[in-house]
């Protein structure tokens, strides 16, 4: 079944072709054909077809200017021919897709911010798209990499556990959206022999119900604190921490703060954070030594490895290194699933959809 937007793309692609065809159409006849209303037909013409040289014809209905259909037919049908294209493209990679993903022995889920989208998180993707969730930053002239630096902890703790208390609360309550249950139940196709990494630090596999020993979080995790001043080797959750965060300022009270239970300073999350000097890497080492370990496994035992990437993008292209790194060392599939920066290397798969949809179209949900 067509969603809304599609039924309406489809009835309007279908009013273009015929109009460029010469015929003189009737809103009525169009009414009943799509089952609108004749206001939605009219709706059509006013915004969506209002760069086109429409004349109506008094009585009989409205057609295309024959002038401007000659003028324009040519790039009418290239544009068209392009999109056809582009679909039958995208058709034949998703068949690709889906029998790599057949064929494939071991899964490696690969995601960046972009998975998160559909679950209704921010995913900064530029300064107006950061303003946008924290408006507050805009007024102190800070964009995402400047507040997401440690020294803030230092010159400003209120503000810095402001953004990122806000931020662990925001994603302990978001609920994982239907893409993850649909590689939970690859992963059980293919006998669990899966690992995820993930540049994302809202812990949203481990909530969505995936093994936390076949994850591997590159920037760490928000789930997690540390001593500012690194005084230990040691990491602890922060599952019992709440913030109350005043949205006009996005600051919260000194008292609501976390503290090194080693040195008694303040905490910090266990997050790589941009220009981060004192970040603590040993849980990430813990996670990476597993991965290398389930890497090397599936090589020795030749096994067919299909990387699936989710919503990575080039900005941060952490993600997308790995994926490419693992499908050019060991002869991996990589599937790249992404709206925009859906470029791939040769031989390998792109799908110009976002995380959700390019899921549910391969897994035919």
Not at 210 to 236: A, L, M, P
Not at 316 to 324: G, H, K, N, Q
Request: with cysteine.
């Amino acid at each position: 079944k067509m969603k809304k937007y599609d039924k309406a793309l489809y009835r309007i692609t279908i009013i273009q072709q015929r109009l460029f065809e010469g015929y003189t159409l009737d809103k009525l006849e169009l009414a009943n054909e799509f089952n609108v209303s004749e206001k939605t037909i009219q709706r059509d013409i006013n915004e969506r077809l209002n760069s086109l040289q429409i004349v109506h014809v008094k009585g009989i209905g409205f057609k295309l200017d024959d002038e401007y259909i000659d003028n324009h037919k040519a790039q009418f049908y290239a544009t068209q021919a392009k999109e056809i294209l582009n679909e039958t493209q995208l058709m034949l990679n998703i068949t690709k897709a889906q029998e790599a993903i057949e064929n494939a022995d071991a899964i490696l889920i690969s995601a960046g911010a972009g998975i998160g989208v559909d679950s209704g998180l921010p995913d900064f993707r530029g300064n107006d798209g950061f303003w946008n969730a924290y408006p507050p930053m805009k007024k102190l002239g800070l964009n995402f990499a400047d507040i997401a630096n440690p020294k803030w902890f230092s010159v400003k703790p209120e503000l810095a556990w402001g953004f990122y208390g806000h931020r662990l609360m925001l994603y302990r309550n978001t609920i994982p959206h239907e893409g993850f249950d649909i590689l939970k139940k690859l992963a059980n196709y293919k006998n669990n022999n899966y690992f995820i990494f993930t540049s994302n630090v809202d812990g949203q596999f481990q909530k969505a119900g995936f093994d936390c020993d076949k994850i591997i979080e590159c920037h760490g995790s928000i789930h997690f604190n540390q001593c500012i001043n690194n005084c230990t080797n040691n990491v602890w959750t922060n599952s019992e921490s709440t913030f109350d965060v005043d949205i006009s300022t996005f600051t919260v009270d000194k008292s609501q703060m976390p503290y090194c239970p080693h040195c008694g300073n303040l905490a910090r999350p266990n997050i790589m954070m941009f220009g981060d000097y004192s970040y603590n890497p040993s849980r990430y080492h813990e996670q990476n030594k597993k991965f290398n370990q389930w890497l090397i496994h599936n090589i020795n035992s030749k096994a067919k490895i299909v990387v699936i990437e989710i919503g990575a993008g080039k900005h941060i292209p952490t993600v997308r290194r790995l994926s490419e790194e693992i499908s050019k060392q060991y002869g991996a599939t990589l599937i790249r699933i992404n709206p925009r920066d859906y470029d791939v290397p040769q031989s390998q798969i792109s799908l110009s959809l976002g995380g959700l949809e390019g899921l549910q179209t391969i897994f035919n949900y």
